[in-house]
């Protein structure tokens, strides 16, 4: 299907179950019982073909009226080490994001991507190569799940918006996604199983401490000061830490949850001890003795960055540094290592090849 095409057409993953029985009453002049059959295929990840319940008049006019913006899965890795899963999509206009599986105690999280790309420019992520090329809509970002689940034969838990592309800056569509995926006719997964990574758009950050959803908000952080953190995150130079934290305080305040702030660790950058304390510092001026966890992630090696992961036991003492100075900080399991789960190089090589 071409971009042309779809956009004349309607996209039933991407619509409440409202607007879709509306659609189902109005538009395809069929009873209300037919849009509770079509969404219960949907949360399957079922093509129109595959909807065996729906008469094969319905099933032609459906194929010509709408589509089901499901990616398709382009490829697939599973580590031998712990079983996560990467998914490599295709969109339908040729476009790839990718998605992980992670399988923990309390059952299976998925991390999403939001858009084809990224215009960010985080010097070590490898998602923003390239730039941004387009937004996901809602049904693309929901499809990662839909399309996991039935390929994987499970039901996922948590979800974690980390993946490909800024979701703040695919704002409404994400919104719209939540807003779908926590819907008790959709997946019904609540609010407080669901983590946003942000960057730091300060401004977003406000909109949503408005939308009355208790999700978890991660900060991507990664330095202490203005100037470290602009050399490697260029959104620092719009929304600097004085602005970005106090809208995480305010955030806070507003919602009453606890922020995550990420920060990877790059070897000889931004790892050792005086960093560590800066790092608290920062963090105690702004938020006092509110609560918050810093999530210490080894830099993932991209050839284009030239940035270094420094040894386990540098990463460590970090955490050491930051938990005697108060700060509840961890390090993030690494999962899928064999398969370089980390999100962004296989959409890149996947562009390059072509």
């Known amino acids: 299907m071409t971009e042309k095409n779809a956009s004349a057409l309607c996209d039933l993953v991407s619509m409440s179950f409202d607007e879709l029985s509306e659609f189902v009453v109005t538009v395809l002049k069929q009873p209300k019982f037919r849009a509770v059959q079509i969404a219960e295929w949907i949360r399957r990840g079922a093509c129109f073909s595959e909807m065996t319940n729906l008469p094969a008049k319905l099933i032609a006019e459906l194929n010509e009226k709408a589509w089901l913006s499901y990616p398709s899965v382009f490829q697939k890795f599973v580590s031998q080490i712990d079983g996560t899963v990467k998914f490599l999509y295709r969109l339908h206009d040729g476009e790839y994001v990718e998605s992980v599986v992670m ?6 999280s998925i991390c999403l991507s939001t858009q084809a790309g990224c215009r960010m420019g985080c010097r070590f992520c490898a998602s923003t190569i390239g730039g941004k090329v387009r937004d996901l809509l809602p049904g693309e970002i929901l499809g990662q799940i839909l399309v996991a689940e039935k390929d994987l034969s499970i039901r996922i838990s948590n979800i ?40 730091g758009l300060a401004d977003r950050i406000y909109r949503l401490a408005e939308e009355d959803m208790p999700l978890t908000l991660s900060i991507s952080l990664h330095a202490a000061s203005d100037e470290a953190r602009s050399e490697i995150m260029p959104v620092n130079k719009r929304f600097p830490l004085d602005a970005l934290l106090t809208a995480c305080r305010d955030y806070f305040d507003k919602t009453g949850r606890r922020i995550s702030f990420e920060y990877t660790l790059i070897a000889g950058k931004n790892d050792r001890k005086e960093d560590a304390v800066k790092l608290a510092a920062l963090l105690k001026k702004y938020l006092g003795k509110r609560p918050l966890h810093v999530n210490l992630i080894p830099v993932n090696e991209v050839e284009e960055s030239g940035f270094k992961r420094g040894n386990k036991a540098s990463v460590m003492q970090f955490a050491k540094e930051l938990n005697a100075l108060s700060i509840n900080a961890t390090v993030r399991r690494t999962l899928g290592a064999d398969i370089n789960a980390s999100c962004g190089q296989l959409r890149h090589n996947a562009d390059k090849n072509e």
Not at 103 to 108: C, K, L, N, S
Not at 168 to 188: A, M, P, T, W
Request: negative net charge.
């Open 103 to 108: 399988q923990y105690e309390h059952g299976y």
């Open 160 to 199: 974690v918006l980390m993946g490909i592309g800024e979701p703040l800056d695919n704002y409404d569509n994400v919104i719209r996604f939540l807003k779908l995926v926590n819907s008790e006719k959709g997946l019904n997964i609540g609010y407080r199983h669901i983590s946003l990574s942000t960057c």
